[in-house]
């Protein structure tokens, strides 16, 4: 099946600072890529569907200017934590969609910690 | 209410039982039905998918959808010690980005152990 391929898988970064993780289709074009957010021991919970070339369109309660995306091609979205707090900690996971529902392929998660 | 709820578990059989995953929703614009497995500190991956009511088996895998009941259900036969993961249930609506927008419940933790 087709790949996700997320970047980095683990991060860790002080108070304060920003954090890019990356989300690349490496086999097919994704105009659309979602990017969910799982606590430990939670479901995912869909932070924000990234259109590609255009802007992002989040979720309720999901801070836009914190949680900054930008998805410049077809093959790579990017979700930047800015100012990051230690209650960003969590585990990012990134997917993209091919055709159908059962077409949606993950990454393998990033998981950020913010000391 | 969560849109979409799961019993978190955990479970645990033996090798060779047969498991039964289950969810329950509430919106009625869910159309898409899945079932992930997550192993720890992974992507979810797919295991099944099924389109609006009915079964769909695959292996030792069998997902059935009761839209009337707003119930779904994963079965696994013969479990194996490899089994032992996080299975999600997921659900999207029809039409443009829906269908990549995915309604998780949250999880049920299996341990199938020798």
């Known amino acids: 099946g087709a790949v996700v391929s997320q970047h980095p898988s683990r991060v860790i970064c002080k108070s304060g600072t920003s954090v890019k993780i990356e989300c690349r289709s490496l086999?097919?074009?994704?105009?659309?890529m979602f990017w969910y957010r799982q606590f430990p021991k939670q479901s995912l919970m869909l932070m924000a569907t990234?259109?590609?070339?255009?802007?992002?369109?989040?979720e309720q309660g999901v801070e836009k200017d914190k949680f900054l995306i930008n998805h410049a091609s077809l093959t790579l979205s990017t979700l930047t934590v800015t100012s990051a707090h230690p209650e960003d900690s969590s585990f990012y996971i990134c997917?993209?969609?091919?055709?159908?529902?059962?077409?949606?392929?993950f990454g393998e998660g990033s998981w950020l910690t913010v000391v | 209410q969560k849109e979409v709820e799961q019993d978190p578990g955990p479970l645990s059989v033996p090798e060779g039982a047969i498991v039964s995953l289950n969810c329950t929703y509430s919106?009625?614009?869910?159309?898409?039905f899945m079932w992930y497995r997550q192993y720890s500190r992974k992507g979810p991956e797919l295991l099944m998918y099924?389109?609006?009511?009915g079964n769909k088996e695959d292996g030792r895998f069998t997902a059935q959808v009761d839209k009337s009941s707003k119930y779904i259900s994963l079965f696994i036969r013969d479990s194996q010690p490899s089994d032992s993961a996080t299975y999600l249930c997921?659900?999207?609506?029809?039409?443009?980005?829906?269908?990549?927008?995915?309604?998780f419940g949250q999880g049920t933790i299996l341990t199938v152990h020798p």
């Open positions: 997917s993209a969609r091919v055709d159908g529902p059962n077409t949606i392929y």
């Open positions: 086999d097919f074009q994704a105009t659309t």
């Open positions: 990234s259109n590609e070339g255009s802007k992002a369109t989040y």
């Open positions: 919106n009625s614009a869910f159309q898409y």
């Open positions: 099924t389109y609006s009511s």
């Open positions: 997921a659900m999207s609506g029809t039409g443009g980005t829906s269908y990549g927008k995915l309604t």
